[in-house]
């Protein structure tokens, strides 16, 4: 997932930054119902909270959820369901937010790892 740039100097500074893709393409066997998946918080979560980092000592605060509402975090309880109807993969709309108001950060590229566990 993408988030593009967040400049708090150019935006407004209270301003989210959300993102939806269809970055997750998952496969499974035919006809199996009730696939789920749940995705890790990620290398540098502290606590239950995901963050970005630039690789040096700055972190920017983001978090993935599981509808466009944006009001469940997407983790190992909170997971995304879907019937596989073919061998071919699907993919799973992502939903992230970058929270508005993170102006203490340097203008450089943050990342974050996280592991999706498939479950069927």
């Known amino acids: ?14 301003a989210d930054l959300d993102v ?4 997750l393409a998952v496969s499974c066997t035919r006809g199996a119902p009730n696939v789920t998946v ?7 979560a502290v606590g239950s909270t995901r963050y970005m980092s630039d690789g040096a000592s700055h972190t920017l605060q983001y978090e993935i959820y599981t509808t466009s509402g944006r009001t469940t975090v997407w983790n190992a309880t909170n997971s995304v369901s879907y019937s596989s109807t073919s061998l071919a993969s699907s993919a799973l709309p992502v939903y992230g937010r970058v929270p508005g108001g993170q102006d203490a950060y ?3 590229s943050y990342s974050d790892s996280i592991v ?4 069927f």
């Open 1 to 14: 997932m993408n988030f593009g740039a967040y400049d708090p100097v150019v935006t407004n500074r209270t």
């Open 38 to 44: 749940t995705l890790d918080l990620g290398t540098h």
């Open 116 to 119: 999706a566990t498939v479950n």
């Open 20 to 23: 939806t893709t269809n970055a």
């Open 106 to 108: 340097t203008a450089v």
